[in-house]
């Protein structure tokens, strides 16, 4: 047991927890998603759900991970024997680990572009740029699979090296740097962005609510995105979550964490669109937004060069801290497991998740068509693991709100989540009902643009077996 392994200070958490959150999905996600989807309705949907069910569920599995002191899948086999429940809400931790490193293998690609992009910026390669200039130069990074692999191995070494140097020296002394850091940047940004672009613009495109402007497919992508942002549902949050001090508060820490990570898509969104209106550029551009609308703002722009390295340095910092989140779940199983050392432990995990990002890179080149992948599930590999991911971190939510609503036991949960019995029953319901119903909308959306009935089967029997164990966990706990 590392019961004894616990954070230096009480806010650490909520430190590493930020780390967790604010990372590509705030800065180049939101963003992207926002202007895909109509603006400020898309905001307000993304608004509601990180409320009414990603709190809850952010709760649940700090509480999950706080309750067990251990590694999600190592927590999960203990709080299934002292709760006389069924081994299988192992799978949690299961789930949990197959996301980290599903997630981690493409994160670490898209990453590795952002460092590319720091490098164009800071030595002035784009300046002055046009458009057909920089949209080739990111289609000629992707057509590149040698330098793609160089940036994914620099940016995973780097992270690696940072879990590598255990929860104290590493990952906490690493925040304590890094997060103070990309605040200051993204406030210089900002402030950037609002002298040289239309902030006027970007605040009325993304405040406006005209909920016409909303599909469902809009619908589905915010409530995946708060999910995505808040880092839920795949043990991250359980592992830091693990090591909270048994002072700090459960309720308060989530509602923060939440709070901070929307306030940084905020502030990243207002940013990113004043410059894109300021220089008449269009908000559509989906992934391309960050690599090529963002860089050709900056081309024609007072110490753009400059303002842009730094924006991008902000992006790799944010890619780090979450990173590290992806692999510490993972490391810690290793090590609680099978004794490794910590070096060994995260030494195995990242390079597998290293290998298994050589696919996203071929993804984009020699292998962007005529797969087994494409035969068989009708998209490249890279688009095949996020589609995998977009299923098992919902998921992996859905089992950690029925785990922590009908199994842990009334006194347990006011344990950690202080006594007021309002507010763990406004809590048990959400996670109970709220959360779940919520997830399962998103969830049965997302597996049929799977062709073929592999996906949907084996979804449509987890889903059932999932409220069949809720159904005895009740029994057996009343
Ligand atoms: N929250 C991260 C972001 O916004 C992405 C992410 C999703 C993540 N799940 C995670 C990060 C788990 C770390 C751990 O970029």
Same mark, same amino acid.
């Given at each position: ?143 590149? &699979? #040698? !330098? +793609?692999?160089?940036?994914?191995? %620099?940016?995973? @070494? ?7 140097? =255990? ?119 989906? &992934? #391309? !937004? +960050?690599?090529?609308?963002?860089? %050709?703002?900056? @081309? ?7 303002? =842009? ?170």
């Amino acid at each position: 047991m590392s019961g004894h392994n616990v954070w230096t200070h009480k806010g650490t958490f909520l430190l590493a927890a930020v780390g967790s959150a604010v990372g590509l999905g705030n800065l180049w996600r939101f963003p992207y998603l926002t202007g895909e989807n109509g603006g400020g309705a898309f905001i307000l949907v993304y608004a509601l759900t990180i409320f009414a069910v990603g709190i809850p569920i952010l709760i649940a599995e700090t509480m999950l991970g706080r309750t067990s002191r251990q590694s999600p899948i190592m927590g999960m086999r203990h709080l299934t024997k002292t709760h006389k429940t069924s081994r299988a809400w192992e799978s949690i931790g299961w789930l949990g680990a197959a996301s980290a490193f599903l997630i981690l293998s493409f994160y670490s690609v898209i990453a590795g572009w952002a460092l590319h992009y720091t490098w164009l910026m800071l030595t002035g390669s784009l300046v002055g740029a046009d458009a057909q200039t920089i949209s080739a130069g990111f289609d000629a990074l992707l057509a590149s &699979p #040698g !330098l +793609m692999t160089l940036y994914h191995t %620099l940016f995973i @070494a780097f992270s690696a090296l940072i879990v590598a140097m =255990g929860i104290h020296k590493g990952i906490e002394s690493g925040l304590r740097i890094m997060m103070p850091a990309l605040f200051v940047i993204l406030i210089v940004v900002l402030i950037y962005g609002i002298i040289n672009g239309d902030v006027r613009a970007a605040a009325r495109f993304l405040f406006t609510f005209n909920i016409a402007d909303l599909s469902l497919e809009g619908w589905l992508h915010a409530m995946g995105q708060s999910f995505f942002t808040l880092s839920l549902g795949m043990g991250a949050i359980m592992a830091y979550g693990a090591y909270m001090s048994s002072e700090a508060s459960l309720t308060r820490t989530a509602i923060a964490v939440a709070f901070v990570d929307t306030a940084v898509a905020m502030v990243a969104g207002l940013a990113i669109f004043s410059l894109v209106f300021g220089a008449g550029l269009e908000t559509g551009q989906g &992934p #391309g !937004l +960050m690599f090529v609308t963002l860089p %050709l703002a900056f @081309a024609d722009m007072p110490f753009g060069a400059l303002v =842009g390295g730094v924006f991008f340095i902000l992006v790799l910092g944010a890619a780090v801290s979450s990173s590290i989140s992806l692999i510490e779940p993972v490391a810690a199983f290793l090590v609680e497991r099978f004794d490794m050392t910590r070096p060994q432990a995260v030494t195995i995990m990242v390079i597998a998740a290293w290998a298994m990002g050589l696919l996203t890179v071929v993804s984009f080149n020699v292998w962007a068509e005529g797969t087994i992948f494409h035969a068989l599930f009708g998209r490249s590999a890279f688009e095949f693991i996020e589609l995998l991911t977009n299923i098992f971190m919902p998921l992996g939510g859905l089992l950690i709100a029925l785990f922590a609503g009908w199994a842990l036991t009334q006194s347990e949960v006011m344990k950690e989540l202080g006594t007021n019995i309002t507010w763990f029953k406004t809590w048990r319901i959400l996670v109970r009902f709220v959360g779940p119903a919520a997830v399962s909308f998103v969830f049965l959306r997302t597996i049929p643009q799977v062709e073929g009935y592999v996906i949907p089967t084996l979804g449509a029997v987890l889903i059932v077996g999932a409220f069949a164990l809720g159904q005895r966990l009740r029994k057996s706990a009343a």
